[in-house]
């Protein structure tokens, strides 16, 4: 237990330093993981290059004619000795051997060796069987990576091997080197670490205002127990109208409120976020709720200069004389109905108009026309396409086309409700040509956009047929070829798509000027057949 409290005393109270330690300690288990995997890779790259290299320098040993002759005659000569150690000095090897069948050495680094039993007991496989190979294993000189290549005459008779070999303390010293930069690095990732956890535990804390979790924690339960001690109503809202909290004074006048319900299901909402929004406070203001006159203050929350909501308080009224009370009742009921009318109006009006400072408002305003159209569309879309993705397309180019503008009608008197097993083709075939139509007609100045968009079947066939407002069909050209296009850039690849589909199902395309709608007219027959292959 001491130990545990002891152990305490080096944690920070502080948020700030705590979300430092911790993600510190994540920082260093993360280098330290990357580190060890990076030791494994580079250990197994430089054992396996020098494997490559031992057995490349043996292959070429074993061929010299020099190396041939020596084993031939089963003796050394000073010239092989020399060779050797000239050749190993040249690859930074620890050792170059030249022995005969029987293991005996004719060249060797240590010249009192030559003439000796080849140790390690790993030549077998290179001088019996002819093998190329390396092995890890106890030589004269030390524990050693080493290559084996058997030396051969013009007859293909094995004479004897050859050996290149490279210390083991050689090897784990080139791993060290190795390792020395990239650790630098690591090092320098464990800085970043640490000052990047403490911005964000500088951040966290300024999100806090300052206060430490045990401090919010703390507070938090003083609210309760205030706001619920005193005989006020009190309900805070945000400034999207939600209810954050209320005491219990507030149940009672008002009956049971859940955390989330929208204020306007109780109290009139545009007044009060109104009052929010414009930083107003009120004072003693009587509002008809529930049945009962209550005397309102409303006061906005600001943070950071920033208005995130409102707190109303409110009681009820004393008793008043019955008369004045129903005519208190019908003004403010009349007023706040007014009030609330107008506000909601104006704020659909400003949010509408701070968002179309980049003439969004059009937007907003063709989206609340067409919003029955677009649940009538949703309703359709449900009932006649019996095609989830179909459907979704038909939705998505919806709302695609309203974004840009561009009036959108479905036929409401076709459908698919036969459904194809394999629909990919057909969604490339409809959300191109749907996305060519709304572009031909929101480029098209001399006409209202509008896109028209028809869906039938009939026991043969599915049939798409697509019409807007654009300017039409160029003559003599090919749309439908790749790289092909009436736009600038890198286009011409949708309808090319269409026609790989159209291929694939076995469709047909008809291409004209729709008489209605003065652009385009794309009809495609897609035989069921086809479609559902």
Not at 391 to 415: Q, T, W
Request: glycine share 10%; net charge negative.
């Amino acid at each position: 237990m001491k130990a545990g409290k002891g152990l305490l005393l080096f944690i920070p109270k502080s948020i700030k330093g705590q979300m430092v330690i911790m993600l510190s300690v994540l920082a260093c288990l993360q280098i330290l993981v990357t580190a060890v995997i990076f030791n494994g890779i580079v250990g197994q790259y430089l054992e396996q290059s020098h494997r490559e290299k031992t057995l490349g320098l043996a292959k070429i040993i074993a061929k010299m004619p020099i190396v041939i002759d020596a084993l031939k005659e089963g003796e050394t000569n000073p010239e092989l000795q020399q060779k050797m150690v000239d050749m190993q000095k040249a690859v930074n090897a620890q050792f170059i051997v030249v022995a005969r069948k029987d293991g005996i050495r004719l060249a060797h680094p240590v010249k009192e060796r030559i003439g000796k039993q080849f140790v390690g007991g790993d030549y077998s496989p290179s001088v019996e069987q002819g093998k190329i190979y390396t092995s890890w294993a106890e030589g004269t000189l030390g524990y050693s990576l080493r290559g084996f290549a058997p030396v051969r005459d013009k007859t293909g008779e094995i004479l004897g091997f050859v050996s290149v070999g490279y210390l083991e303390t050689s090897v784990l010293k080139l791993v060290h080197n190795a390792q020395k930069e990239p650790l630098a690095y690591l090092f320098a990732m464990l800085f970043v670490g640490l000052v990047g956890a403490n911005l964000i535990g500088g951040y966290v804390k300024k999100l806090t205002l300052g206060l430490e979790p045990s401090e919010i924690a703390s507070m938090h339960t003083e609210r309760e127990i205030i706001l619920n001690s005193v005989r006020a109503a009190i309900i805070a809202v945000d400034i999207d109208g939600h209810i954050r909290f209320n005491n219990n004074e507030a149940s009672r006048l008002l009956g049971a409120i859940e955390t989330g319900t929208n204020i306007d299901e109780i109290l009139p909402q545009a007044y009060v976020i109104q009052r929010a929004v414009d930083m107003q406070e009120a004072r003693d203001e009587e509002i008809f709720v529930n049945g009962s006159i209550m005397m309102f203050n409303i006061i906005p929350t600001i943070i950071n200069g920033k208005t995130t909501g409102a707190v109303a308080t409110f009681r009820k009224k004393g008793e008043i004389d019955y008369l004045n009370y129903e005519l208190k009742q019908a003004l403010q009921c009349s007023e706040l109905l007014r009030v609330q009318s107008h506000e909601y109006s104006n704020k659909l009006h400003t949010i509408s108009g701070l968002l179309q400072l980049e003439e969004y408002d059009e937007a907003k305003n063709i989206i609340l026309k067409e919003s029955e159209g677009y649940h009538r569309l949703v309703e359709f879309t449900d009932k006649q396409i019996n095609c989830s993705m179909v459907a979704g397309v038909i939705l998505g180019k919806y709302n695609r086309a309203g974004e840009l503008l561009c009036g959108f009608e479905l036929d409401f008197n076709g459908g698919w409700l036969e459904a194809p097993s394999m629909p990919e083709h057909i969604l490339t075939i409809l959300g191109n040509l749907i996305d060519n139509g709304i572009d031909a007609a929101t480029e098209n100045k001399d006409r209202k956009p509008l896109i028209s968009v028809g869906l039938y079947e009939d026991s043969e066939n599915f049939y798409i047929q697509v019409e807007d407002t654009g300017k039409g069909l160029p003559e003599g050209l090919d749309i439908f070829q790749k790289g092909i296009s009436t736009k600038s850039g890198s286009r011409g690849i949708g309808l090319y798509n269409v026609t790989m589909a159209k291929n694939a199902l076995g469709a047909t395309i008809e291409t004209g000027i729709s008489e209605r709608l003065g652009g385009a007219y794309l009809s495609v027959k897609v035989p069921k057949k086809g479609a559902e292959a």
